[in-house]
């Protein structure tokens, strides 16, 4: 059901407030993150924090980037522009993932908010 952004396992890794409010929030439900995030996280890893990084990976399901996704990633970046807004790319792939997946996406960034119909959980 939940997807978490790169913004949500950097507070589970550093075990902030933040992180409490996650894991109340999805409780026991399947938690997922995506190919895109584990990307974006290992770019900013000191090598140290690998194997916490690894241990909190191993207990997420995973959803890869498709290419059904990159046709919703592109309706997305259209509609982005057409209403004179922009996110990040690696964003509108994490949306694109979780929209075609019919999860909920919980992070810490208001920037998902630019995204029509992409369900979401702000926390913070």
Do not use: P, W
Request: with cysteine; aromatic share 6%.
């Amino acid at each position: 059901m939940y997807v978490l952004d790169s913004s949500a396992l950097i507070e589970l890794m550093k075990n902030s407030n933040k992180a409490h409010a996650i894991y109340e929030l999805v409780n026991e439900s399947r938690v997922y993150t995506t190919s895109i995030n584990i990307y974006e996280l290992l770019l900013g890893l000191k090598q140290d924090e690998r194997k916490k990084f690894s241990q909190l990976i191993d207990e997420l399901s995973l959803l890869d980037f498709t290419s059904s996704d990159a046709d919703k990633s592109v309706e997305i970046k259209q509609k982005l522009e057409e209403s004179g807004n922009t996110i990040h790319i690696l964003d509108i792939f994490i949306a694109s993932i979780c929209m075609n997946n019919n999860k909920v996406l919980v992070t810490l960034d208001n920037d998902f908010k630019r995204v029509s119909g992409l369900k979401l959980q702000l926390i913070g």
